[in-house]
């Protein structure tokens, strides 16, 4: 048994963050039944550019292996009865649509409640379900802005930035899985289901963790500091060396008078303008102008040894074929490849959640619909007339032409 193989989610979701959230579920045995509308020809993250084809992508592999998808239109009063018998046999809906969306579909805890007193409905939307901005969509680069992350992010003399992957998103795609976890634990022990009503917008907000305590606080002004430094612990940044740049991390002192042995400056541990924390984040230009001097001799190859010699913290600068191929992310079995009928072999990243021993087992993301007869077979015991029948009545979307040639 894998350890949430005994959970079943109908999963309402589309692009990246909600994908992303039941992507781990599924990765540690979830059932995710992604209910896709075929009026919309499904979540629209099969059609993501540049490696797109057809119905498939491989933005939506990267979100969805490991799913099952079915067709069905909840508009449809036929489509709408085969979502509520499934919503009798699951644990939780699951959903990332704006924040005033799951009223209208009639999806949340109220609505469904009826049909299994234990269901959980866990929202994941822009701005969540109150508020004055609950309508409005919500994408990262939005959440990005409001959230004052871009005021964060980037050279202070530069423009402002966005960090590089959708940190947003996925971040809030964590916040959904671990709510909606939460939740069926709970109904699961008291007999009642609930709302998780989860926004990007909260999460956003709370990732501005310390600085926001400073702010609030002390009155602490945050901002962009050179080289993606530490706002306060120095040295912590990024620094150029003879052919390129690396990170070098002192978060303890100890780190800090090993790394001075290190560039061969042991007396600068006694230098009064560097002798503590808050010395060195006083004379910060002085500190970096004598170790890119020092750095500029040696390459970030050569450096990297010497410091990880020491146990100074250090990394490089990769890019994303050399994250890849680091030997750590071999070893940690963080590269799988599934098998796809239109793009082969897909190669991509596993999912960081472990929770006893690895499953190495997985399966591409489905295609459209693929599913549906299995589903309604399996779980609900409809037979082949059934299936006709929901088809005629447009429940999987608009029924077939069937007027004479």
Known sequence: MRPLQDIRILALEQYGAGPFGSLHLAHLGAEVIKIEDPAAGGDIGRYVPPYAAGEDSLFFETFNRDKRSI???????????????LVGRADAVYSNLRGDVPARLRIRYQDLSHLNPTIVCC???????????????GYDYVLQGYAGWMSLTGDPA???EKTGPSLVDYSGGFVAALSLLAGVHAARRDGRG?????????TAISL???PATWHLTAGYTPGRVRRSAHPSLVPFQAFPAKDGWLIIACPKEKFWHRLVGVLGRPGLAEDKRFATFEDRAAHRGELEDIMDAELARRTVREWLALLRDAAVPCAPVNDVQQALDEEHTLARDLVITTEHPRFGAVRQVSSPVRVGEPDPRHTRAPRLGEDTGDVLRTILGYDDTGLARLTREGAFGAPPDTAPE
């Open 123 to 137: 929202s994941l939307s822009g701005f969540g379900m109150t508020g004055p901005r609950q309508a409005e969509p």
């Open 194 to 202: 609930m709302d998780c009503d989860v926004s990007l917008y909260d």
């Open 71 to 85: 067709c069905l239109d909840l508009r449809n009063p036929s489509g709408r009865k085969v979502f509520e018998a």
């Open 208 to 210: 501005l963790t310390y």
């Open 158 to 160: 530069g423009p402002p």
